[in-house]
Nanobody, 128 residues
């Protein structure tokens, strides 16, 4: 079992930045891929970014629309994954969830089905 807790959400103006953090407990952190998903009102939850586990070389993958603006980074010593978000726009407003999984194949790393453990979510609002 893995327990996840997100932090760092809030209100930010367009063009601003936020840093989200996801801290895990309960298992060997380096064995888990940790991903961020987001869900805006009335929309389906979508993949944002993932920091792969040691099994997949700790590589990072992103949704195309966030590449260059968002950066995901693991801090294994603190069982934490950060999501640095820059140049935010209202379209980035959503509840952001972190999720962890350890058994997916690489082609499924962007799929929600690959992640059995989820945090409660943190709200990000981009508005004037």
């Amino acid at each position: 079992q893995v327990q996840l807790a997100e932090s760092g959400g809030g209100l930010v103006q367009p063009g601003g930045s936020l840093k989200l953090s996801c801290t895990a407990s309960g298992s060997t952190f380096s064995n888990y891929a940790v991903a961020w998903f987001r869900q805006a009102p009335g929309q389906e939850r979508e993949f944002v970014a993932v920091a792969a586990s040691n099994r997949h070389g700790y590589r990072s993958y992103y949704q195309d629309s966030v590449t260059g603006r968002l950066t995901i980074a693991r801090e294994n010593a603190k069982n934490t994954v950060h999501l640095q978000m820059n140049s935010l726009s209202p379209g980035d407003s959503a509840v952001y969830y972190c999720a962890a999984g350890s058994r997916m194949i690489l082609s499924e790393i962007r799929s929600q089905r690959s992640y059995p453990f989820w945090g409660q979510g943190t709200q990000v609002t981009v508005s004037t």
